[in-house]
């Protein structure tokens, strides 16, 4: 099967990349610090880490389709979700 092909070529799944790696290394006490990404991004930049800049908050589904106007000119962006592992990329066309 392909699996066992990106297996054996030494590619995780996002599975086995948390079970060997993630949750080993992250005490569960800080999972609130980064399982809010606005939060993360907070504690970075306090922290004197470089990250993207932030074109907007979306708060509300009724919002989205103000997207576009809060990107404003940006050709590409990313539109994240706050909270789990969601995100899709817009790129210019």
Do not use: E
């Given at each position: 099967?392909?699996?066992n092909?990106?297996?054996?070529a030494?590619?995780?799944?996002i599975?086995?990349?948390?079970?060997?790696y993630t949750?080993?290394v992250?005490?569960?006490?800080?999972?609130?610090?980064?399982?809010?990404?606005?939060?993360?991004?907070?504690?970075?930049?306090?922290?004197?880490?470089?990250?993207p800049?932030?074109?907007?908050?979306i708060?509300?589904?009724?919002q989205?389709?103000?997207?576009?106007?809060i990107?404003g000119?940006?050709?590409?962006?990313?539109?994240?979700?706050?909270?789990?592992?969601?995100?899709c990329?817009?790129q210019?066309q």
């Open positions: 099967m392909w699996f092909r990106l297996r054996s030494g590619i995780l799944g599975n086995q990349r948390n079970a060997d949750l080993i992250n005490p569960r006490k800080f999972y609130p610090r980064v399982g809010d990404k606005f939060l993360t991004k907070r504690l970075a930049i306090k922290n004197g880490i470089k990250v800049q932030l074109y907007g908050v708060n509300y589904h009724h989205i389709p103000d997207v576009l106007k990107a000119v940006q050709q590409q962006f990313v539109v994240k979700a706050v909270y789990g592992l969601c995100g990329n817009k210019g």
